[in-house]
């Protein structure tokens, strides 16, 4: 089964809302990787998780949180966006080391209104 | 510096024509990795191939050909006898230790009936 889920598939925000983005994977990847993809754009990395623990968090707003409750499951906190944060949020889980292939969920599009 | 190139911003092709998209990437490290991710319209990335650089065969899957040559730097992707349902954003991607993974700027493909 290479199948990540995320929830939900379409989130509308206003600005004062707090929100968040799930993700899911049972593949027992031990990495897990918040995207973030503008349109006609590459994904741009935002942040990744190494066996439950950041790893990397590529200077993203602290209007950003992520968190990861165990080894299969990947969460975005959202609070106080801004309008250009609307995008295609993509999750992604891969086994640790940037040697491997990572798979992609079929991502979250956020509009921030 | 690490960086992948996707000249190819739009390409459209009639339905059985054959198609490459061209990515040339740029490293000085001696192990890398690199990747091709197909986007469709519904936005989720789907992996495709992945190859090291000591492995220079070629790839043929169905379709769907690799051409990987260190000497020019290039891992082109070939698709023969293309269908509408090829219509996608390629992306190929370079994979380096201890480095988020890079993405080119993708290539959108159309595949007209």
């Known amino acids: 089964d290479t199948e990540v889920t995320q929830t939900p598939k379409h989130l509308v925000m206003g600005m004062t809302n707090k929100k968040s983005l799930k993700c899911e994977q049972h593949m027992g990847h031990r990495a897990m990787y918040w995207y973030k993809q503008k349109a006609k754009k590459p994904p741009e990395l935002m942040f990744v998780y190494s066996y439950e623990k950041l790893s990397i968090n590529e200077s993203v707003p602290s209007r950003f949180s992520p968190e990861c409750p165990n080894s299969s499951l990947l969460n975005l906190h959202l609070h106080a966006l801004q309008p250009e944060d609307s995008a295609l949020y993509l999750c992604?889980?891969?086994?640790?080391?940037?040697?491997?292939?990572?798979?992609f969920g079929p991502g979250t599009r956020l509009t921030v209104t | 510096a690490q960086k992948v190139t996707q000249a190819q911003t739009e390409i459209s092709v009639v339905e059985k024509e054959d198609v490459t998209l061209d990515c040339v990437y740029e490293?000085?490290?001696?192990?890398?990795?690199l990747f091709w991710y197909k986007q469709p319209p519904s936005g989720e990335l789907v992996f495709l191939i992945r190859r090291n650089s000591f492995d220079e065969q070629n790839e043929i899957s169905g379709r769907y050909s690799w051409n990987f040559q260190k000497s020019t730097s290039s891992f082109n992707f070939t698709i023969t006898a293309s269908q509408v349902v090829d219509s996608a954003v390629y992306f190929c991607a370079l994979g380096l230790r201890n480095t988020p993974l890079v993405f080119g700027k993708g290539t959108r493909l159309s595949v007209i009936a």
């Open positions: 992604a889980s891969s086994q640790t080391g940037t040697a491997y292939e990572q798979y």
């Open positions: 490293t000085r490290d001696t192990t890398y990795y």
